[in-house]
């Protein structure tokens, strides 16, 4: 029977009591009422004599589940109807008889309790870049997230990195793989799984390779009136990139000691920061309006962000407001496609611009481009086309409208 007892080190009382191997434990109750403490004690003790009973019942019990299991595997081997998915299924049946306390036997688990341990550790942003690679992992292998480890092979791999591709940029996708790679080689260290299936994936490139197409003025409106599903900064984000036409990552870092009367001063982190050149950007008064009243960081959310995160975030807002992330520019096999991202709203500013005339020095000055040449990637002249076009003569005469005959009213 447990009893409790108290020393003159400590002002709590302490638990003695025997488990169900025989073997007598002291331990304390952390608490300074005795009759809390009786109470604590008869607890530990039928929680000790419980698992030394389940303890024994599972050394005599589990060898037989495991040789039942075997049996039938056997039986069905010879009737022909084991077939691969059925024997993944009995494995597991007899790893989770075996080790039932064991949860990285399939990558779910396995990548869930990988991220629990990070999750103190790392910055919030990354923290979420991390957790967006394993979901999506998760979603494009199916089944076998929740089946053995062991049995991911190199093809899963190589198909998880082409659908992660899809509509991502390379950066975006080597990311995402590298994080899985660090999953499955932890497994690997933990004896969990004998090879890593993802250790010869190499690095897709990270240039363009598709061409960037612009938004057009009511497209942003429609990612404006959705933007707030993703949090208030989104809104002022896209509002600021479209009119100031400032990459992601120095929206990131912009403080309100950025804006000095109504003019948006930074030194971009390309081109010009070099030089230590300064770009000064005015402000239309819809993005005065929005900066009003903010001090210190402008977009805190989004500064605690990965930047592997946003491109994700941005799709949210992209599928929400029904604005397209590939436009076929023209058909064909293969069809020639753009790709739009967050990125497409500095390449709309250098166009809105470019299609209102303004001189190619004062978009290049207010894009901070270090070149004409990469600003002309920036400028899509659209309307400016269509103007073009619309300026030619007419060649064919156009027939000269029959007038209306028109009744004379009886008089």
């Known amino acids: ?107 779910r688990r396995f990548s869930g309790a990988w991220l629990d341990a990070k999750e103190n550790n790392l910055a919030a942003g990354t923290y979420r870049g991390y957790a967006d690679a394993v979901k999506l992992t998760n979603r494009i292998l199916g089944a076998k997230a929740d089946g053995p480890m ?19 940029r390379g950066k975006t996708t080597n990311y995402y793989i590298s994080t899985i790679r660090r999953i499955l080689e932890s497994a690997v260290q933990k004896d969990i799984i004998p090879k890593n299936p993802a250790a010869s994936l190499t690095g897709r490139g990270v240039g363009d390779s598709t061409p960037r197409k612009e938004f057009t003025p009511p497209e942003v409106k429609q990612l404006l009136a959705h933007a707030d599903v993703e949090g208030s900064d989104w809104r002022g984000l896209i509002l600021m990139a479209a009119h100031t036409g400032l990459r992601c990552g120095d929206l990131k870092r912009l403080t309100s000691d950025n804006i000095v009367g109504g003019r948006l001063q930074h030194q971009p982190s390309k081109g010009k920061k070099k030089s230590g050149d300064v770009v000064e950007i005015p402000l239309r008064p819809e993005c005065v309006e929005w900066l009003e009243g903010r001090t210190g960081v402008l977009f805190p959310t989004v500064k605690a962000m990965n930047m592997h995160s946003i491109p994700t975030v941005f799709s949210r807002i992209m599928k929400a407001a029904g604005v397209a992330n590939i436009i076929i520019l023209a058909a064909g096999d293969p069809p020639v496609i753009a790709r739009r991202s967050f990125h497409s709203l500095r390449h709309s500013f250098a166009s809105w611009l470019a299609n209102a005339d303004i001189p190619a020095d004062v978009r290049q000055r207010l894009t901070g481009h270090k070149s004409s040449a990469v600003h002309a990637k920036y400028t899509h002249h659209d309307e400016a086309l269509n103007r073009a076009i619309a300026s030619l003569p007419d060649l064919i005469d156009q027939p000269t409208p029959a007038k209306k005959k028109t009744r004379s009213a009886k008089s």
Request: hydrophobic content about 30%; overall charge positive.
């Open 1 to 107: 029977m447990a009893t409790t007892y108290r020393t003159e080190q400590s002002k709590y009382w302490f638990a003695r009591y025997f488990d169900g191997s025989g073997k007598r434990i002291s331990r304390s109750t952390k608490t300074e009422s005795r009759r809390e403490a009786k109470r604590i004690a008869a607890d530990l003790e039928s929680k000790a004599r419980k698992a030394e009973k389940n303890k024994n019942r599972d050394e005599q019990e589990v060898p037989k589940m495991i040789r039942r299991t075997m049996e039938l595997a056997s039986l069905e081997m010879q009737q022909g109807k084991l077939t691969l998915q059925r024997a993944e299924q009995l494995i597991r049946e007899m790893h989770q008889a075996a080790s039932p306390e064991d949860t990285g036997s399939n990558f």
């Open 150 to 168: 062991r049995l991911i092979t190199v093809g899963d791999m190589e198909n998880l990195q082409a659908e992660i591709s899809k509509g991502r």
